[in-house]
């Protein structure tokens, strides 16, 4: 695999003839649309025959609402769909979630289908106070257990992701029993348990999203594990990245540490964000929508080597935009971590726009586990 870099005066037309291949086969491995301008600084895939580095295991988040064309661009470079998400409230209800159109698309294919259960309230945040109430009541955690195997059951899930973020520190100890209970019967039934944790440096690390998340002891119980090893750069942050490859080592190095490395799927963004000087929130984009804004804004993309990032910036009505997103060079760095650290694979979040590209890279260097039976 080649990674062309757009220079000026670059055309699809003159690439494919540099490598020997077709407009439309460059076009399409990398969600071009012919008829554009290429941007300065743009990635281009050129896919070479080569040996693939090993097999690996791969999941998409994503939401009921998925529109159909992009989760088919998804589907044959998934082992898994995880579908976002179930929810209960303080009595262990679990709210029902329209998912019966996205598992049919989901079980027309090879992937398989897992259920998110989380502990978003009310607000849609997720809720601190919720899921003390279900961790301090044992009657309560076999409620929603049972009402998890029911659904699971019904719906022809395969297994369960478990969301539980900003879990009070307090009930750090409690959560573990949790999940040795629900992974344990889910297990007995059939059914893998995965955990998703927030990226952590180390074991004592403070903070409300980091205490209660135990690496080793979580690692020993679930049989797989996602590092959510994104969110450096978010809604309210000043602009950079949100996956640094950098802290996204540091996060590897500690994890691997504590968690056997084979149980563990990296996180990787399928977004970026727009900061507009003088506006408090960044507006999240997809990373093809990245691309056009560059266009359409006669920018030039620019890519951090320290953290294995583009990024670009241009002024509109006076005002400056700064913009990171991910690339095939970005997606590369983040796939080679998974050989590098002998990693299970990794996680899409999310799988609600298309990025062609990624799964290009992906298929250069990996075979992907699907599980036919």
């Not at 002891?217 to 949100?242: C, D, F, Q, R, V």
């Amino acid at each position: 695999m080649i990674i062309h870099i757009v220079k000026q005066n670059d055309t699809i037309f003159s690439i494919a003839k540099m490598y020997n291949k077709t407009i439309e086969q460059i076009a399409k491995d990398n969600g071009l649309d012919i008829a554009k301008t290429l941007v300065i600084g743009q990635s281009i895939v050129i896919t070479e025959d080569k040996p693939k580095l090993r097999a690996i295991a791969s999941n998409g988040y994503m939401y009921t609402n998925i529109k159909k064309d992009i989760l088919d661009s998804f589907l044959p470079y998934l082992t898994f769909g995880s579908v976002f998400s179930y929810t209960f409230d303080k009595n262990a209800n679990i709210k029902s979630i329209d998912d019966e159109e996205v598992l049919k698309n989901i079980k027309a294919s090879f992937t398989k289908p897992i259920m998110v259960i989380s502990s978003i309230g009310e607000e849609d945040g997720f809720d601190t106070n919720l899921s003390g109430i279900i961790l301090n009541d044992i009657a309560l955690q076999d409620k929603l257990i049972e009402n998890i195997l029911f659904i699971m059951r019904s719906k022809g899930y395969f297994g369960l992701d478990i969301d539980f973020e900003y879990v009070a520190t307090e009930n750090k100890d409690k959560y573990i029993k949790f999940l040795e209970k629900i992974t344990k019967t889910l297990n007995n039934n059939g059914y893998p348990v995965n955990v998703s944790l927030a990226p952590k440096l180390s074991k004592n690390q403070k903070g409300l999203l980091y205490e209660a998340h135990d690496y080793e002891a979580i690692g020993e119980i679930a049989n797989s594990i996602l590092l959510m090893t994104y969110e450096w750069g978010y809604t309210y942050s000043k602009p950079m990245p949100t996956s640094p490859i950098d802290k996204v080592r540091l996060v590897l190095d500690y994890a691997t540490s504590e968690i056997k490395s084979e149980k563990i799927f990296l996180g990787v963004p399928n977004y970026g964000y727009r900061w507009t000087e003088g506006e408090k929130m960044a507006k999240s984009i997809g990373n093809e929508e990245a691309i056009d804004i560059a266009r359409e804004n006669n920018a030039t993309i620019e890519f951090d080597e320290k953290t294995q990032t583009p990024y670009f910036s241009y002024i509109k009505d006076g005002k400056k935009n700064i913009v990171h997103f991910e690339d095939a060079r970005s997606i590369y760095s983040k796939f080679m971590l998974i050989s590098e650290y002998n990693l299970a694979g990794f996680s899409y979040w999310n799988i609600m726009r298309k990025f062609t590209q990624a799964n290009t890279v992906l298929s250069q260097l990996f075979d992907v586990y699907q599980i036919k039976s």
